[in-house]
Structure formats: C-alpha cells, structure tokens
C-alpha cells in the first residue's frame, strides 16, 4: 500500500525533474525577451532554480534518501506550450506578455507542488525538509509576483503606446 511518504517522495522526485527542465528551458527564454528589466528577473531565477536543486538534494537526504528524478509530464507540457508561444510572437511587441505568461504558468505549478509537499512534510513531522520546502515555496511564490508586477507596468506601456500612436487622449 502507498503511504503518505510514498506519495511525498513521488512528488519531491516529480519536482526536481522539473527543477532541472527549467533550468535548461531558461536561457532560450532569456534570450527572446526583449525588455531588460525581464531578462534580469528571468536571470534571476535561473539562478535561484539552480540554488532549488541543491536545496531539494537536502530535502532527500533529510528523509535519508538518494535524490532521484521522476519525469514529470506536466512540467514537459507547460514548457512546451511556452515554447510555442515564445515561437510564435518573436517578432511581434507582444512578445514579452508571452514570456511572462509562460513564465508565470510554471511559477503556478510550482507553487501549487511545493504547497504540498511543505504540508506532507510536516504531516510526516520532518521539520527540516519542512522549513527547506517552505523557503522554496516563498521564493516561488516572491517570482511569481516579480513577474505580476512586471506585467502590469508592460501592460500599462503598451497601452500608453497604442494611445500615442493613434492621437487618442487617456480619459
Ligand atoms: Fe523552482
Ligand atoms: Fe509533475
């Protein structure tokens, strides 16, 4: 029968699949981009996953486990759906909306597993896997609002430009 720590070492195996796909995802997303201030906060995270990996080899060796990966499926669809729409607006001034909402697509996933997984871990009441999973979960959950507030002010420039280029007045 599958037990609580079965279910939770399947999951934490299923995230540092991840972890790893968008480490390697990242530096293609990095270089379409075209606004600075997305490809530092991107850069950024690039590095921080990096830092994740070695945080959830802690996570294992905390339940005294090899780390180990599983291949996680969904994380392969969200980077391939952000793939094609990265694809398919290169040359267009939408393009960095479209890395941002690739970007914060796996942002979600992440913040949802890791939701998790910090509450398995305290249920089986290891609390220094626990307080690991939780300082990722924040991290997560701080880029997922980088890349909000990133957005809004694209969103906004965006707008002023379409306003400027028809003449029309802001209200
Ligand atoms: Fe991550
Ligand atoms: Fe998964």
Redesign the pocket.
């Known amino acids: 029968m599958n037990t609580l720590k079965d279910l939770f070492l399947n999951e934490l195996s299923d995230m540092y699949d991840s972890?790893h796909r968008?480490t390697k995802a990242l530096p293609k997303i990095i270089k379409a981009a075209t606004c600075q201030e997305l490809q530092g906060a991107l850069q950024h995270h690039m590095e921080e996953?990096g830092e994740?990996v070695a945080k959830l080899d802690r996570v294992f060796a905390a339940f005294d486990e090899q780390p180990r990966a599983k291949k996680c499926p969904a994380m392969i669809g969200i980077l391939a759906e952000g793939d094609e729409i990265i694809s398919k607006n290169k040359k267009s001034p939408a393009i960095n909306a479209a890395i941002i909402s690739a970007a914060q697509k796996v942002k979600h996933y992440?913040i949802a597993s890791y939701g998790c997984l910090h509450a398995w871990a305290q249920e089986l009441d290891n609390s220094e896997a626990a307080s690991i999973l939780e300082e990722?979960l924040n991290e997560?959950k701080h880029a997922d609002k980088t890349l909000n507030d990133l957005s809004a002010a694209k969103n906004e420039e965006a707008l002023e430009e379409v306003g400027a280029g028809s003449g029309s007045e802001k209200s």
């Open positions: 972890e968008i996953t994740q992440e990722i997560e």
